[in-house]
């Protein structure tokens, strides 16, 4: 094709009175890239999705979308929305594979095009036992096998370690190369810039710019939030009794395949952890270990040095409060039929034993202090952006007063004024309330701003562990170093913050 293979004119989609995009017009041309640039809640995933004919139930549309050129793949922020969780992903791809005459060979060579090491292993396995880097490649590959023309990349790096996001982008250059047109949905500024030919900047749902990238971007990046993180806060010693301690966990998953070896930790009081690590190292397991969402280990998980059950299911009303989790996926986290502000109001009832009216009242303070006013609260999981839902799953978790709380890549798909907002509110609760806190994260900086020590895992063991001034200045495991690199960091010593 020489024309658009899509074409979206005067794009307006209203939900009960409520306009969720206003006058939107794009293309997407083969061998090119056009990307739309805004802050969560901006209507990017509502335009994207309108290119697959997919809108808000009662959605009111009008203007028009058009794609001459055929298929249109997706690739969502929530990749495990797009993934059956009951079938190993090797049955779901082949079933794919063979609408277009192909095999096995077809489905292995795109989970390579999709930057997959080792695919005879993924296949064998069922979503769940992927980390969400893991599972956003699948859903890139199902893409690819469809032999779609039009490609909506939805935060295709969010939750991606550097080394990975160079891949994918050098991975999406390729489709591009071969006559694909991508429609890239990014809060990531340096991304955009490296592959997109033009650009269109929405702002509640209203675009405010629009044209080749050199001319949008140059106009834009003075009036964007700074990327910056919060400054941390750190205290001068770690305590002496760990809140939280891990000892001699090895995880597996079904089947036998292990996970974690060997893993060793301690997190006290006011003290943060970040573990980081490349895609499929071991990190959201250990997470789910702690929170007992993955019972398959040997070893010990304690809370203030007594042994917690392996599941959730055997542990107490008040140890469930104690150890909290908020979820990288966070849209499968919540209830679609209910309202946030209510679900963030019965964890308040149910763990900590809040009544109505107080649980309420905590549910729009903490959801206010994450930027999320009484408006947003009243509504339904689908009428929030990714980005927002995050940081409800965030308020969630804070609604059961923790002791110990896991955040698994969540400034991962947030714009940098939200990202300052929760890395400001974690190093604030820290200093407030003691918490413990366990940051999951590829996010070198966030891990950076908020950590007191950092565990660098590869293969399923921690392979440095150390102050984050230490292990972000003067590594010592190479592949600390080669995380460095590709975040383009070098090893220069971090600035310490001031402590307490």
Do not use: W
């Not at 929530?78 to 009951?86: D, S, V």
């Not at 992927?130 to 096998?145: K, P, W």
């Not at 007191?452 to 495991?477: C, F, K, M, S, Y």
């Amino acid at each position: 094709m020489t024309g658009p293979v899509v074409e979206v004119d005067g794009l307006r989609i209203e939900v009960t009175g409520r306009t969720l995009v206003d006058g939107v017009s794009l293309r997407v041309h083969p061998g090119r890239v056009t990307a739309l640039l805004g802050a969560s809640g901006s209507g990017k995933t509502t335009t994207g999705l309108a290119l697959l004919g997919e809108y808000p139930e009662g959605a009111v549309v009008t203007g028009r979308v058009h794609a001459p050129g055929g298929a249109v793949g997706y690739v969502p922020q929530h990749p495990a929305a797009a993934l059956n969780p009951a079938r190993r992903v090797g049955a779901l791809l082949r079933d794919i594979a063979r609408l277009r005459g192909g095999g096995t060979a077809e489905v292995c060579e795109a989970l390579r095009r999709a930057q997959l090491d080792a695919p005879e292993e993924v296949l064998r396995r069922y979503p769940h036992q992927l980390s969400g880097g893991q599972q956003q490649r699948v859903v890139l590959a199902q893409a690819l096998l469809l032999g779609a023309r039009a490609i909506v990349a939805d935060e295709p790096t969010t939750g991606q370690d550097t080394s990975t996001k160079r891949r994918i982008v050098d991975e999406l250059s390729a489709v591009v190369r071969q006559g694909i047109g991508l429609l890239l949905l990014s809060h990531d500024l340096d991304v955009v810039a490296e592959l997109a030919d033009d650009v269109v900047v929405l702002r509640a749902g209203r675009p405010v710019a629009s044209g080749p990238a050199s001319q949008v971007l140059a106009g834009s990046r003075p009036r964007l939030p700074a990327t910056a993180p919060p400054p941390g806060t750190r205290p001068a010693a770690a305590p002496a009794r760990p809140v939280l301690g891990v000892e001699s966990l090895d995880a597996t998953h079904p089947g036998g395949v292990e996970v974690l070896n060997g893993v060793d930790i301690e997190v006290g009081a006011g003290e943060c952890l970040a573990l980081i690590g490349r895609s499929g190292s071991g990190k959201t397991t250990l997470g789910r270990c702690v929170a007992g969402l993955h019972r398959t280990y040997r070893g010990v998980v304690a809370l203030d040095g007594r042994p917690l059950a392996r599941s959730l299911r055997d542990r107490s009303r008040g140890e469930l409060a104690a150890v909290q989790y908020v979820f990288q996926d966070a849209q499968a986290s919540f209830d679609e039929y209910r309202p946030v502000g209510d679900q963030v109001a019965r964890a308040a009832v149910r763990l900590r034993g809040a009544g109505r009216d107080e649980a309420g009242r905590v549910a729009l303070r903490l959801l206010a202090e994450l930027g999320l006013p009484r408006a947003l609260a009243a509504r339904r999981p689908a009428g929030l952006s990714g980005g927002e839902l995050q940081r409800a799953a965030l308020a969630r978790a804070l609604a059961g007063d923790p002791r110990v709380l896991v955040c698994d890549e969540i400034t991962s798909g947030l714009d940098a004024r939200s990202r300052h907002a929760v890395l400001g509110l974690l190093a604030g609760l820290r200093e407030r309330t003691d918490l413990a806190l366990v940051v999951i994260t590829h996010d070198l900086a966030a891990a950076e701003a908020v950590a007191d020590r950092i565990a660098v895992l590869h293969d399923g063991r921690i392979v440095e562990h150390g102050a984050t001034a230490e292990v972000l200045g003067a590594p010592r495991h190479d592949l600390t170093r080669d995380l460095l690199r590709s975040a383009g960091r070098g090893t220069r010593r971090s600035r310490d913050r001031p402590g307490r």
